[in-house]
Every structure is written in C-alpha cells, then in structure tokens.
C-alpha cells in the first residue's frame, strides 16, 4: 500500500488546492461568523459574501479537513433508498420537496462551478441504490415508485455497470460527481475576492447569543457578528439538545487507481455486506480513481477498523482485478431520527444563530442546500423549502419516537456499561501487556484511563472520559483515535480534540502510575 495511505489523509485533501491560512487573533467584528469551513460552512459563508455581507471563517483545523475532507464526493438526490422512507413518515409532499431540494443543490453547484470557472472535475453520471439478493428486491421497486413520484428521473432496472450482477437497483439518470475540495477551492478564493476573512486553526469554545453575538477562542481571540452559522457537523454549543437526535456512523474508504476500461460508469450503492459505495474519478494519465467506501460501523464501540479495511480491500479486488489500495480513509456522519437533516435557527439560541447537521452521508447536495437556506434566512428571506429541515419543526419528536428511543437508549447504555467493562490497574496488566500501536480502556486509581503504546513501545495515557457528556472512550486500531460512542467526538492519542461534539481535550495522565 502506498504510504500516504497510514496517514488517514485523504485522496480530495492530498490534491486540494486550498490555502493555507493564519489563526485568528485579537478582535473581530462581522455580519456573520461561521463557524466550520466543510461544505456548509464555505456554501453558506459565500452566499452570504455575494449578497455584500461582512463574513468570516472560524476554523479548528484545516480548511474543508473533517467530514468534507472524507467524503466520496457524489452529488445526487438518491439517497440510498430515502424517498419510500420519507414517504410513509412526512407524506408525498415532504418526499417531493426533499427530491427538489436536493436536486436544486446539484444543479446550484454546476452552476456555480461554471460561473466561477472552477475545475473540479465535474461529471454527470447516474446513481444507482442497488441489491444482490433477491430478497431486497422488493423494497427497491417501492423505493424507485416513490422517487419517481417525488419527481426524480427514477426506475428499476437489473442492469448496471458493475462488474458483477446484481438483483436490482433504483438508477436516477443526470446526477453528479466532483472533487469536493476542488468546487470549496474555487469557492474560498472568491470568497476571499469579496472581502471574506478565513481564519485555520481557531477553535471557538464559547458562543454568547444576543446583538451581537459574542464568540471566544481557544486563543482568546474573539468575534462579534450579528448572525452565527455552526457548520461544525455535530452541533456544539447545543442548548436545544440536538445531539439527541442525531446518531452517528463511521464508514472505511478505500481508492487507487484502475483502467477507464473498468470504470462502472455510475456512483453505485448498497446497505448489503456492510454497506458498499463505488465511484470513480478521473485520473490524469487517463486512468480512473477507483473509490470504495463501506464497514460501517459506530464510533467508539471498539470495531476492529484493520479487519474492516482488510474487507473492503478484499471486496475491491475481487471486483476489480488489478486494483490495489493507494489511499485509505474514514468518514463520519450524522444521521437525524426523523431522516430528515437539521438546518436553519438553532433552538434557544434566539434568530441569530443557525445550524446544519444531520445529512445522513448525503451531505454534498445537503450542504450546499443548507447553504442556501441560511443565506435566506440571515438575509431576513423566507426559507426557500417553507420550513421542511426546520431543526424546531414540530411533529418530529412523535414521528421519530422509535428511533429516537433506541438513540437514547444506546448513549445510555454506553454510559453504564462501558464503565462496569474498563479493566483493572496497573502496567503489569491489561496496560502493560499491549502491543505496539494499540489501546485499552483500564482504572487507574478509580477512574477509567485511555492507554496506547505507540511504536516506538512508548505509552501515552489520557483520561477515557469523554469531555462532551462523560461517556466513556474506546480505541479505533486503524486511525489511532479514541472515540466516543454517544455522540462521536474523536481525540488523538494525546488527547487532543479530532471532532466535536467535544471543545475540550482528554485530560492527560501519567502512565508511569497506572
């Protein structure tokens, strides 16, 4: 495998063109603050510079580096099989909205890409949600009627481009797909041509809602803004308890290269064997990237990521012989207990702050449609889908009492158990007789302690409390994060923080006394 592979990084972020940028410091002040620079955050924060705002860019990392950054770029309306869902949950109206919504995010990117000159390796394709087994057959043919209902292109077919049959599928003619961070690329530098400040490495830690708004850094740098957009993917700052809503999945990503004369020729999908997502994009000796995502799996509940890889490459190289993994990644997503995202005002934090979350892996089109919605809605505009993802909208609660039931039940769970599962003490135990480059949760003088013994056979020890709503961490043996099972916040080895929900890091503890 090609080494940039055990980075974690990446094919969109290794060939980005993205800026580097300083951190904010001192004091600032805006129309509108934006917290996170994924797709939400880069849509919305242009929007917003084209209509003559004042805007500015709060980023914790990089620039487009966290779920964006990992995604498989497809931009599509057929979201696995989202419409018989919607359909029985919302009614017809609600399927035909999301269907047109979505489908105005795609069409709003190709134009944009187009106004912009932007060269992000843009190609219509088809999408296809397909099935092997017979016995989803069914569930696909309800799924292709209530998409065609809803106003997609929609049918059922037995025939695709995959290297091997399949028992049906859902194909959806004239989707898309890009290179993500190229589309953001372009869109930062026009950004940055209309006044925009973006500002990497700045993590926010507080928000004060009012008029204006107040926010305060990691640094101590500040911002006052009359609006606050929290693009953070899982929402901090969450009075209004919208991670209770939300569950959280992590898939494993795989690409290298392969011939144009195995391109599928489509962006393929199927909840079977452990989800699998194919797509292919262009290489410049004429070759194609073939990418392979799958192995879903929840963050924190202690999944053996190398054998997952070692499936999915398994997987890709029985379809596609000759294909041999050059990159591997992971990516996370959120998805809401109702199926449909979250976006505009955040609950009791008044009119001027507003979120996004809850895409459900689908967060190219939903993104760029959230950007859209906020953009109207801090413009004092009407919501352009009459309160359809509205994260206040009544109802929800009482449609999505089953799943949100079992979400609660989950985190809990987690709560108790994982602490009565930590073993015992000591570095002549369970700490002690690691292996290089694992981790374990263990007690160390009473409390649960993250261990992991890097290469080198040195340990780092943190505590496994996670510092969002104290569940307890577990070790991904693949990316060498530890990982909260509740909500999805993710930390280094040494702590630090990957992915919110959490602000703050693990704290550190001395592994010389375990």
């Known amino acids: 495998m090609n080494p940039l592979a055990a980075t974690g990084e990446s094919y969109w972020m290794r060939t980005a063109p993205l800026p580097s940028l300083p951190p904010l410091s001192g004091a600032a002040e805006a129309d509108v603050a934006v917290i996170g620079s994924g797709i939400v955050g880069l849509s919305t924060a242009w929007e917003l510079a084209r209509a003559g705002l004042e805007v500015v860019v709060l980023e914790a990392s990089r620039l487009a580096g966290g779920v964006t950054g990992h995604t498989t770029g497809k931009l599509t309306?057929?979201?696995?099989?989202?419409?018989?869902?919607?359909?029985?949950?919302?009614?017809?109206?609600?399927?035909?909205?999301?269907?047109?919504?979505?489908?105005?995010?795609?069409?709003?990117?190709?134009?944009?890409?187009?106004?912009?000159?932007?060269?992000?390796?843009?190609?219509?394709?088809?999408?296809?949600?397909?099935?092997?087994?017979?016995?989803?057959?069914?569930?696909?043919?309800a799924e292709a009627d209530a998409a065609r209902a809803a106003g997609l292109d929609a049918?059922?077919?037995?025939?695709?481009?995959?290297?091997?049959?399949?028992?049906?599928?859902?194909?959806?003619?004239?989707?898309?797909?890009?290179?993500?961070?190229?589309?953001?690329?372009?869109?930062?530098?026009?950004?940055?041509?209309?006044?925009?400040?973006?500002?990497?490495?700045?993590?926010?830690?507080?928000?004060?809602?009012?008029?204006?708004?107040?926010?305060?850094?990691?640094?101590?740098?500040?911002?006052?803004?009359?609006?606050?957009?929290?693009?953070?993917?899982?929402?901090?700052?969450d009075d209004a308890l919208l991670s209770t809503r939300l569950t959280q999945h992590r898939d494993l990503v795989i690409a290298g290269a392969v011939p144009a004369g195995q391109d599928p020729a489509g962006m393929y999908i199927s909840e079977e064997h452990g989800k699998r997502s194919v797509r292919t994009s262009?290489?410049?000796?004429?070759?194609?990237?073939?990418?392979?995502?799958?192995?879903?799996?929840?963050?924190?509940?202690?999944?053996?990521?190398e054998a997952g890889y070692a499936r999915l490459r398994a997987w890709a190289e029985r379809h596609f012989p000759g294909f041999s993994a050059e990159y591997r990644w992971a990516a996370q997503d959120n998805s809401s207990t109702d199926t449909l995202p979250l976006v505009g005002r955040m609950p009791t934090k008044g009119d001027n702050v507003y979120v996004a979350t809850g895409f459900a892996g689908w967060g190219m089109t939903g993104g760029v449609l959230a950007g859209t919605v906020i953009a109207a809605l801090v413009r004092g505009g009407e919501d352009p889908w009459d309160g359809l993802y509205d994260p206040g909208r009544v109802g929800s609660p009482v449609r999505s009492a089953p799943a949100y039931l079992k979400a609660q039940w989950d985190v809990g769970k987690h709560f108790v158990k994982?602490?009565?599962?930590?073993?015992?003490?000591?570095?002549?135990?369970?700490?002690?007789?690691?292996?290089?480059?694992?981790?374990?949760?263990?007690?160390?003088?009473?409390?649960?302690?993250?261990?992991?013994?890097?290469?080198?056979?040195?340990?780092?020890?943190?505590?496994?409390?996670?510092?969002?709503?104290?569940?307890?961490?577990?070790?991904?043996?693949?990316?060498?994060?530890?990982?909260?099972?509740?909500?999805?916040?993710?930390?280094?080895?040494?702590?630090?923080?990957?992915?919110?929900?959490?602000?703050?890091?693990?704290?550190?503890?001395?592994?010389?006394?375990?």
Not at 172 to 192: M, N
């Open 155 to 237: 049918s059922f077919v037995t025939a695709t481009g995959l290297p091997f049959p399949v028992a049906g599928a859902v194909k959806v003619e004239d989707q898309a797909q890009f290179h993500p961070l190229a589309y953001l690329a372009g869109l930062v530098e026009d950004i940055v041509a209309l006044g925009g400040r973006l500002h990497e490495g700045t993590r926010v830690t507080r928000l004060d809602d009012g008029d204006p708004c107040r926010l305060t850094t990691d640094s101590g740098a500040t911002v006052a803004a009359r609006h606050v957009v929290v693009a953070t993917h899982h929402p901090v700052f």
């Open 282 to 305: 262009p290489l410049a000796d004429g070759g194609r990237l073939l990418v392979v995502t799958g192995e879903a799996f929840t963050p924190g509940t202690g999944e053996d990521t």
């Open 418 to 514: 994982d602490r009565l599962d930590t073993l015992g003490d000591g570095t002549n135990g369970p700490a002690g007789s690691l292996p290089p480059g694992e981790g374990t949760v263990v007690r160390a003088g009473g409390e649960p302690c993250a261990v992991h013994r890097d290469d080198q056979g040195e340990l780092h020890a943190v505590s496994a409390v996670c510092t969002h709503l104290g569940c307890l961490v577990a070790f991904n043996n693949a990316e060498r994060t530890w990982e909260c099972p509740c909500h999805g916040s993710r930390f280094g080895v040494d702590g630090e923080v990957l992915q919110g929900p959490a602000l703050k890091p693990l704290e550190r503890r001395d592994p010389t006394e375990l």
């Open 77 to 141: 309306a057929l979201h696995t099989a989202v419409y018989d869902t919607l359909r029985s949950k919302h009614g017809e109206e609600a399927a035909r909205r999301y269907a047109a919504s979505q489908s105005a995010a795609l069409r709003h990117v190709v134009e944009v890409s187009g106004e912009l000159g932007i060269d992000c390796e843009l190609e219509r394709r088809p999408a296809y949600t397909y099935c092997e087994e017979a016995e989803g057959v069914d569930a696909l043919r």
